[in-house]
């Protein structure tokens, strides 16, 4: 079969999309229903390592769990024209999927789709493309986390709902390029799988390929879901200065407790917190208590005392200049969505300043409520970490349809955490990413005020103007070489530092209204 490893035009960060149903091969079931829809081979999944085990069909165990299920060449399958996948199966209640393989260097040339069964009605879906170019979002190439030989190639997480049947194809790649932001998407296998036709034809594909589904657990007892309407902001609110930082990838030791929080912070929780738990809440003890789980909103004035207060006494008249800062929006802590800190490495690695925001989409559908997004972020963090092998969740802040705004990578919100989220320019950098895809679809009013609020605080901590340019040295990539130093947007698209098309079409064209909504809460 001929073009399936052909070279992709540039990367996707697309949307799911609805395809029309085909049945799969009379051989891969074993029975169908009256409506003529196949019912799925009951098959126990593999739980991935650090996952307690679990029946068939019961729900995991809080905080979470990842099955995971080699790919299988498809011998029977030649209507669709996939060379790999897997038959319909019965596993455990999941609500996000992914396929992941060995080498993170490995591109996906094809497509995967993917349909699932709703464990609360039994229907099952059509099928849905999954994205397949995601490894671009990661870490640096020459960065410890990128050395750490953990980290492994994989599709985008798709959100698919609570669900308990899955099945998955491989199909060739389109003859032509796909038009940018159509949304399709690569694929996975398992090279060397073993036996049968269409053996050789899946060899050539990344090792060792595997579908990941991921139970994001439920937020402990008494936990703030994080997922309904943002609070009504008090005017214009703002933020305090990061903590210097001893210079590029600092590694900093788990945190103890800090400076008081600000006045009319949120009531911490109450209840027992693991050390890691502590470490990074206290990573924003100089905006609230230890165990928030939101940090609030202030007023533009509130903001821009607290920063002048922050940067201590002895300052020059300048320094002590009104400075231009957006109002701190109000942020959902890590605590606040239910992380599961044991899943993260322990220390926190910093970056020296924050020079530009890169906007992105999660490329994770668009069929989730809010109130589901803390569920949504608790699964993109599993995933990452123990599906891909990077050493926390790649975004610094995630932004929800309905506007709320939530604690990424820890570290604290004020401090120049070194996330993996644009790979060559993740120094001095932050990474926002907008839950949903956005090739096709608009992003919410809503949501792209909370990226303008947010990087007019974010960027305001470090002085830098969200209308204007900056310069940045790249860390090896697609589009720029490893030591160049390119100008780019102070508020970039994703795509501007990687040859991508996230954050979407839809979603780079609201960047100028971004930058200068930004501009205007920063008083410019």
């Known amino acids: 079969m001929r073009g399936i ?19 799969p091969a009379a051989a891969s079931v074993s029975s169908v229903s009256s409506a003529g829809t196949p019912a799925p081979v009951a098959d126990v999944a593999t739980r991935t390592v650090g996952t307690a085990g679990a029946r068939t069909g019961a729900r995991a165990d809080v905080p979470g769990s990842t099955q995971s299920l080699p790919l299988r060449p498809l011998t029977r399958d030649r209507a669709s024209g996939a060379v790999l996948g897997l038959t319909p199966r019965t596993v455990r209640t999941f609500s996000l999927l992914g396929v992941v393989w060995e080498d993170p260097s490995v591109d996906l040339h094809g497509r995967v789709q993917v349909r699932t069964r709703a464990a609360s009605t039994g229907d099952w879906t059509d099928w849905q493309d999954v994205e397949t170019h995601y490894t671009q979002h990661g870490a640096d190439p020459d960065s410890s986390e990128a050395a750490s030989g953990k980290a492994r190639g994989a599709t985008a997480p798709l ?25 399709p998407v690569g694929t996975g296998s398992d090279e060397g799988a073993s036996g049968g ?63 008081e929080p600000a006045e009319g912070a949120e009531v911490p929780r109450t ?39 922050l940067r201590g006494t ?24 239910g992380a599961d800190e044991s899943l993260r490495e322990k220390s926190f690695v910093y970056t020296s300043k924050v020079k530009a925001a890169f906007v ?51 570290g604290g919100v004020a401090k120049p955490v070194k996330g993996a989220h644009t790979m060559g320019f993740n120094s001095k950098t932050t990474g926002i990413a907008v839950i949903g895809s956005y090739g096709s679809k608009k992003p919410s009013s809503k949501a792209v005020k909370a990226v303008a609020r947010l990087t007019a605080w974010k960027l305001g ?39 991508t098309s996230c954050p979407g079409g839809k979603l780079h064209k609201k960047l100028g209204s971004v930058r200068s909504k930004a501009a205007g809460y920063q008083g410019r």
């Open 5 to 23: 490893l052909a070279s992709s035009i540039g990367v996707t960060c697309a949307a799911a999309l609805a395809l029309p149903l085909a049945p």
């Open 159 to 183: 959100w698919v709902g609570e669900s308990d049947g899955v099945e998955v194809r491989v199909l060739p790649e389109p003859d032509a390029g796909e038009p940018e932001d159509v949304d």
């Open 197 to 259: 036709e269409g053996a050789g034809e899946v060899s050539t594909l990344p090792a060792g390929m595997r579908l990941d589904l991921v139970d994001p657990g439920e937020a402990e007892p008494g936990e703030s879901a994080g997922g309904a309407e943002p609070q009504a902001e008090p005017g214009e609110s703002g933020g305090p200065e990061p903590q210097a930082e001893p210079g590029e990838s600092a590694e900093g030791a788990e945190g103890a407790e800090g400076a």
């Open 271 to 309: 209840g027992v917190m693991t050390a890691a738990a502590k470490a990074a809440s206290a990573a924003n003890s100089a905006l609230v208590p230890l165990g928030a789980t939101q940090i609030p909103s202030l007023t533009a004035e509130e903001t821009r005392e607290e920063l002048v207060a």
């Open 314 to 337: 002895g300052l020059t008249e300048q320094q002590q200049a009104k400075p231009y800062i957006g109002p701190r929006p109000s942020i959902v802590t890590r605590r606040g969505w």
């Open 360 to 410: 992105h989409h999660t490329a994770s559908g668009n069929s989730y409520s809010c109130s589901q997004a803390p569920s949504l972020i608790r699964g993109f963090y599993r995933y990452h970490t123990k599906s891909l092998g990077w050493r926390d969740i790649g975004y610094n802040f995630l932004v929800d349809k309905c506007g709320r705004i939530y604690e990424g990578r820890a």
């Open 461 to 499: 901590l470090h002085g830098m103007n969200p209308k204007k340019k900056t310069s940045l040295t790249s860390g090896g990539g697609n589009l720029y070489a490893k030591g160049k130093k390119v100008k780019m947007k102070v508020i970039s698209g994703h795509r501007d530092g990687f040859n």
